[in-house]
Structures are given as C-alpha cells and as structure tokens.
C-alpha cells in the first residue's frame, strides 16, 4: 500500500522560507515519479513541482526560481524548499506518486498547511 506522509509546514513570515518533507513507503520509491501539489482555501489542487526517477526537475512557472523539489532515495524521502514566500502560497501542500498517467494517480498524502503571513 502506498503511503505518503508530509511534514513541516507551519507558520512563516512573508519572504521567509520553510523545507517540506515526505516520507514514503509501500512502493519502490527510488524508481517513482514524484510530485508536489497545493491547495489554497476555496481553490483546486495546483501542480508545484515534479522529480524524475532520473534527477530531473520540473516546476510550475509561476514558482522557478523561489521552489526547489530534491529527493533522498536512500530515505525514501520526497523534499520540497521554499524560498521568499508570499501570503498567495498559503495552503496545504500534498506529495503526490505518478500513476495512471496522473501526477497524483499514483496516491497522495494527507497534506501538511503551510501559511505565510504576518
């Protein structure tokens, strides 16, 4: 069974920054597509960023240069880094696995909340 548990969000101060983390058991995570996604209050899920089993990055436009997803294969561990954030990045961030042809077909977390604000 796929499983898939984020942590470390919280409270941060505009411009201030915050590492997300997923762990993840249940499936062979090294050679897994993985993703992260978010929900802000009374909006859809949004696409953030992706991993390739290869390395490879890829992210949302509207965040290059401030996110930054990286994986621990050897811990089974998903991270996302957030720089500069702003009160719009408010919401809950979810870690997500590739399948059925879906960022998140594969499974999602709980999600952890993430608000900026002053």
């Known amino acids: 069974e796929v499983q898939l548990v984020e942590s470390g969000g919280g409270l941060v101060q505009p411009g201030g920054s915050l590492r997300l983390s997923c762990a993840a058991s249940g499936f062979t995570f090294a050679t897994s597509h993985m993703s992260w996604a978010r929900q802000a209050p009374g909006k859809g899920l949004e696409w953030v960023a992706s991993i390739y089993s290869t390395g490879t990055t890829t992210y949302a436009d509207s965040l290059k240069g401030r996110f930054a997803i990286s994986r621990d294969n050897a811990k089974n561990t998903l991270y996302l880094h957030m720089n500069s954030l702003k009160p719009e990045d408010t919401a809950v961030y979810y870690c997500?696995?590739?399948?059925?042809?879906?960022?998140?077909?594969?499974?999602r977390g709980q999600g952890t909340q993430v608000t900026v604000s002053s």
């Open positions: 997500a696995k590739w399948g059925s042809g879906s960022h998140y077909g594969g499974g």
